[in-house]
């Protein structure tokens, strides 16, 4: 088992990571809880065992027309009917999906009241439940309506990977390979406990030098640009982390076009997106190049123009006013 810090002053928090971990939820919630309000999904092993602590569980809807206002005006109802207060807690136990609405729905609640999140999913562990980046999508978009809202602590119990669906491995495995380029670590030589806690750690430190996205957080959406065009573009039958798998070779490509990086490490990225992980490298037949380009204009990133977060010699770094004209190269080379 490893306790690892997110260090964020007095709203720092331990992220514990391990096989059975879910044993030490008691550890991580407030003193003060007398109620915890669990929000989870049906299929989500039920573990939540806490002597002394009246549980009310909510059960949310599954995919994306779930995440809505709806269901946060459906829990704020339920949490005044079990009277949670500012001293209880409530527990998100789930996948990124429930994660983002239960910490939504605490940071809204009373104004804010402490969340756990009890993450099930492997993109959940090393990406959703740590940064405190809540939300709920609008009609007009994804997570357009949302809180920075930390939780006071996370578990990422390794035993709930081994029921999870092969689909929702490879979103986890998507969003994992983008980590190989934040750093210079080899995640290659490490297992899957170190290489979790490894992704963990790298997000930790990057999130405590800009919580709010005032610049380097961005960062961590390395290959994000291409993948949400990808996602819109084919009615969301990509899935986010198999559309960010293909959205890092897009960025490796993109940044060997603007003489950034060069083949061998547009290679690396192939062989960690398609060699270690075994993901599609290439999206689906029949996409718009136009189309996909008008949605790279209209992402949250762009800005000063196109906008991507691109590798170099230095590191994985934001670059805005990329040119039309690589842009397209760089696709029609994915799109062949
Ligand atoms: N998922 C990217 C972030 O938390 O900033």
């Not at 549980?55 to 709806?70: H, M, N, V, Y």
């Not at 995640?187 to 170190?194: G, K, P, Q, S, Y």
């Amino acid at each position: 088992m490893r306790r690892l810090t997110v260090p964020l002053a007095d709203r720092s928090y331990e992220v514990v990571v391990g096989r059975g971990v879910v044993a030490e939820l008691a550890t991580l919630l407030p003193s003060t809880a007398q109620r915890a309000a669990v929000v989870t999904q049906d299929g989500i092993p039920d573990e939540i065992e806490l002597p002394g602590v009246e549980i009310t569980t909510f059960i949310i809807g599954q995919g994306e027309s779930a995440k809505t206002l709806d269901t946060i005006a459906t829990l704020m109802s339920g949490f005044a009917a079990m009277g949670l207060t500012r001293h209880d807690v409530v527990i998100g136990v789930g996948g990124g999906m429930v994660t983002d609405i239960a910490g939504f729905a605490a940071a809204s609640w009373h104004r804010g009241i402490p969340v756990v999140h009890v993450s099930t999913s492997l993109l959940g562990m090393v990406d959703a439940a740590i940064g405190g980046k809540t939300g709920v999508n609008l009609p007009e978009g994804k997570n357009l309506v949302g809180a920075y809202w930390q939780p006071s602590g996370v578990l990422c119990d390794l035993d709930f990977l081994d029921t999870l669906p092969p689909r929702e491995m490879r979103c986890g495995l998507g969003e994992m390979a983008k980590y190989h380029f934040l750093t210079g670590d080899n995640l290659l030589a490490m297992d899957l406990e170190e290489r979790v806690a490894r992704c963990i750690e790298i997000k930790a430190e990057v999130v405590a030098s800009d919580e709010r996205e005032g610049g380097r957080r961005a960062i961590l959406n390395y290959g994000h640009t291409f993948a949400h065009a990808l996602e819109i573009a084919t009615g969301h039958q990509l899935a986010h982390g198999e559309a960010v798998a293909i959205g890092l070779i897009y960025a490796a490509e993109l940044g060997f076009e603007l003489g950034r990086i060069d083949a061998t490490r547009v290679q690396q990225h192939r062989d960690v997106v398609a060699g270690e992980y075994d993901l599609m490298t290439q999206p689906p037949p029949g996409l718009d190049a136009d189309e996909l380009l008008a949605l790279m204009h209209r992402d949250k990133k762009a800005l000063t123009g196109l906008t991507f977060v691109l590798d170099s010699p230095h590191g994985v770094e934001v670059v805005t006013s990329v040119d039309e004209a690589p842009v397209r190269a760089a696709m029609s080379r994915l799109l062949q």
